[in-house]
């Protein structure tokens, strides 16, 4: 690995210990076996470099959250299914212990915003993307030929359901909504619409 590697792979460490707030670029350097100039020179800024770490994580627990992976080689069942749906939550619970550092590091963007400025305007920026890289879960068309309709309706729902669980879930694990209950808020919803 080069440097650039190095100090993404350092940064990340860092953030899964330290935050946003308590890393510094000295804590980067340390851990990555690097200088601190390669940040400037690789990244142009700590916070630069630190919002590339955290795209990092968030797109190595993406991964995690695949239907199917309820079982080494379960097929994902059809695409607009309540099941589909039931079995997307229920990859993206399944990961919580995993993932739950990374979620912890969204939070102390939300709560730390201002003091995290020119973190929080980058992630920001990158919302979009996250929204984007949702709906393949859902829909099996691949992130790039998602029109931009549906990543700002369905991709927008997909994340604020994603977000809500985030809270719970970081909160009280015991009483989080699990897959099968958000599933089940789903079909009795769609029923009352058809009812209307």
């Not at 590697?5 to 990340?12: H, I, T, V």
């Not at 795209?55 to 993406?62: C, F, K, N, Q, Y």
């Not at 919302?127 to 890289?133: K, N, P, T």
């Amino acid at each position: 690995m080069g440097h650039r590697e190095d100090l993404l792979e350092g940064a990340k460490r860092c953030l899964l210990v330290k935050g946003f707030l308590r890393t510094t670029a000295r804590d980067i350097v340390k851990e990555s076996g690097t200088n601190l100039a390669s940040i400037g020179y690789h990244y142009g800024s700590k916070d630069a470099l630190l919002v590339q770490a955290y795209v990092a994580l968030i797109e190595a627990t993406g991964h995690r959250f695949e239907p199917g992976g309820e079982g080494e080689g379960a097929p994902a069942t059809p695409t607009g299914s309540l099941e589909r749906f039931r079995q997307v939550w229920t990859s993206i619970t399944s990961a919580v212990g995993e993932a739950r550092a990374i979620w912890m590091l969204s939070f102390e963007v939300v709560v730390q915003g201002e003091r995290l400025a020119e973190i929080r305007q980058m992630l920001v920026e990158a919302e979009e993307q996250g929204r984007s890289g949702l709906l393949p879960l859902f829909n099996d068309i691949p992130e790039e030929e998602q029109d931009k309709e549906t990543v700002d309706t369905e991709g927008r729902f997909y994340q604020t359901l994603l977000q809500g669980l985030m809270v719970q879930w970081v909160f009280n694990p015991d009483t989080a909504t699990d897959a099968d209950q958000l599933t089940e808020g789903l079909r009795r919803v769609t029923e009352g619409f058809s009812r209307s």
